[in-house]
T-cell receptor, first 114, second 111 residues
């Protein structure tokens, strides 16, 4: 069964460093998303991406964040200058564009900012 | 502001019984309501989706109801098994595709 994959599974970085999180969505899906979950808290929406541009973003997704689809398969989330409060699980998700809202999530990347 | 509440943080039931989880929302008119399962350290796994014009949806031992008047969804797992132990998340979406999640209910099925 097709699934969303994410790399790395764990990332440790120093405050102020840039990180790039990688995702490979399900191949025939057209909508892509990033969510995050701080330990013990809710899953929170960051951004959605369709047709090579951002379609929605939350207040969390400020200028420190960016997304990119560099080729036909990868979808990346970049955090330019990490802060301690960016420590969280980051989930990528994808969905088909046929009016069906089901989103399929990857296993996540655990980011720890020291 | 939009608010989603799931009935309790934790629910313990005996194996074989029916687990019923509740999701209530306010200040929201969702087009879709979805239930996901999340195991520790893992991503949410999609279980069921129900649309605003649907009252009930079933899939194997799972059943979801959606009452837009009460602003409530009930999620049932019949003949529960220890393997059903997990956190169950309610998520809503409207005209925008982003999902708004509840904080989840941690279900433990005792053998």
């Amino acid at each position: 069964e097709p699934e969303v994959t994410q790399t790395p599974s764990h990332q440790v970085t120093q405050m102020g460093q840039e990180v790039i999180l990688h995702c490979v969505p399900i191949s025939n899906h057209l909508y892509f998303y990033w969510y995050r979950q701080i330990l013990g808290q809710k899953v929170e929406f960051l951004v959605s991406f369709y047709n090579n541009e951002i379609s929605e973003k939350s207040e969390i997704f400020d200028d420190q964040f960016s997304v990119e689809r560099p080729d036909g398969s990868n979808f990346t989330l970049k955090i330019r200058s990490t802060k301690l409060e960016d420590s969280a699980m980051y989930f990528c998700a994808s969905s088909e564009f046929r009016g069906e809202e089901t989103q399929y999530f990857g296993p996540g990347t655990r980011l720890l900012v020291l | 502001s939009q608010k989603i509440e799931q009935n309790s943080e934790a629910l313990n039931i005996q194996e074989g019984k029916t687990a019923t989880l509740t999701c209530n929302y306010t200040n929201y008119s969702p087009a879709y309501l979805q239930w996901y399962r999340q195991d520790p350290g893992r991503g949410p796994v999609f279980l069921l989706l129900i649309r605003e014009n649907e009252k009930e949806k079933r899939k194997e031992r799972l059943k979801v109801t959606f009452d837009t008047t009460l602003k409530q969804s009930l999620f049932h797992i019949t003949a529960s098994q220890p393997a059903d132990s997990a956190t169950y998340l309610c998520a809503l979406s409207g005209s925008a595709r982003q999902l708004t999640f509840g904080s989840g209910t941690q279900l433990t099925v005792l053998p």
